[in-house]
């Protein structure tokens, strides 16, 4: 807001000023004037309609990335619960035999091999 505050107050004390120091006829000074604040006109509602485009833009980057990040979590939520689903027996098997092995090594186990 400030920048054009200070484009619109410079643009008038540049008009005035240059009304004053003028080389050509008022006339011809205000047709020159008039056609240049057209101009400028016309180029501060163009960079409002494209800040304007650029806003909405930025809105519906932000909506599809949110939407996007929540369908991508959701996603990965459903890999891993079936990722856990399947390896949940394997790892009961792991589980058991190492079990199983820690009992076959270990030397507080009484089991007596030499009587067989």
């Known amino acids: 807001?400030?920048?054009?505050?200070?484009?619109?107050?410079?643009?008038f004390i540049g008009g005035a000023y240059g009304l004053m120091t003028a080389k050509h006829s008022g006339q011809t000074a205000r047709k020159q004037l008039k056609s240049q604040f057209d101009a400028l006109t016309t180029d501060i509602l163009a960079v409002n309609a494209s800040l304007t485009k650029l806003r909405q833009a930025a809105k519906v980057l932000a909506d599809e990335g949110s939407h996007n990040a929540t369908a991508t979590i959701q996603e990965l939520q459903q890999l891993l619960n079936d990722f856990n689903f399947q390896t949940q027996p394997r790892i009961k098997r792991v589980k058991d035999a190492s079990e199983k092995l820690q009992k076959d090594l270990d030397p507080d186990n009484t089991t007596n091999h030499t009587q067989n």
């Open 1 to 11: 807001m400030k920048f054009s505050t200070g484009l619109l107050a410079g643009t």
